[in-house]
């Protein structure tokens, strides 16, 4: 990786954190090269303006998401520890990012929210479906599912979890509204080899986000 792709790397990845520690509306490209101890000469050589920069951070988000995805392809898991791995990437790397955050990209940059949206759920909705098809082949889910309808709700599972309020649900934690997200799905796919799997394996597995 050259001096170039290291720098501009590092920029985005601190603008990702600046702005999901602050909020984007009330944050300057200026605030931004204070934060970052760098001059406006350098943060423009690599971004155009702040739209470009936001958009440059939501393709961050979707690379890092997808690289931590295909190391865990690289593993030894089953189709029910991978899927379990997999949406614990997810819930992570959103749960960093404050409601404010979505709601200011939803409302002032509308185009590249929307963008980053349709990228992130033909991401999650190609996994689930090859996840589908693998535990089936491990003999892990049931034969008659159909691919399509179950990838397309576990996608709105995913974004339903997302976009919880947990001041409304003070009698939970999201870890726990995610184990109980995840366990029904499981149950809802798997087969009776698969759901003996899961029971054995309850106990070990670490919902934790």
């Not at 379990?84 to 990209?105: C, D, H, R, T």
């Not at 003999?139 to 995913?158: F, S």
């Not at 809802?188 to 799997?197: C, D, L, T, V």
């Amino acid at each position: 990786m050259s001096d170039n792709d290291t720098k501009y790397r590092s920029i985005i990845k601190s603008a990702f954190k600046i702005f999901t520690e602050n909020g984007i509306r009330n944050i300057s490209m200026d605030d931004l090269c204070r934060n970052m101890g760098i001059s406006k000469k350098t943060l423009y050589k690599y971004v155009e303006n702040k739209a470009d920069l936001l958009n440059k951070v939501g393709d961050y988000i979707h690379d890092q998401i997808k690289s931590k995805i295909e190391e865990l392809r690289d593993t030894d898991l089953n189709a029910i520890d991978f899927l379990l791995e997999m949406s614990k990437v997810q819930g992570k790397m959103f749960g960093s990012i404050s409601p404010i955050v979505s709601f200011e990209m939803r409302k002032y940059y509308s185009q590249i929210f929307e963008k980053n949206e349709i990228k992130r759920k033909e991401l999650i909705i190609d996994i689930t479906r090859d996840n589908l098809k693998r535990g089936i082949k491990e003999g892990l889910y049931r034969q008659d599912l159909d691919m399509e309808i179950i990838a397309h709700l576990y996608y709105k599972k995913i974004e339903d979890f997302h976009n919880l309020d947990i001041e409304q649900l003070q009698f939970c934690t999201f870890d726990k509204i995610f184990e109980v997200m995840f366990e029904n799905h499981i149950r809802g796919i798997a087969n009776a080899k698969g759901i003996e799997y899961f029971e054995k394996q309850k106990e070990k597995l670490n919902f934790n986000l």
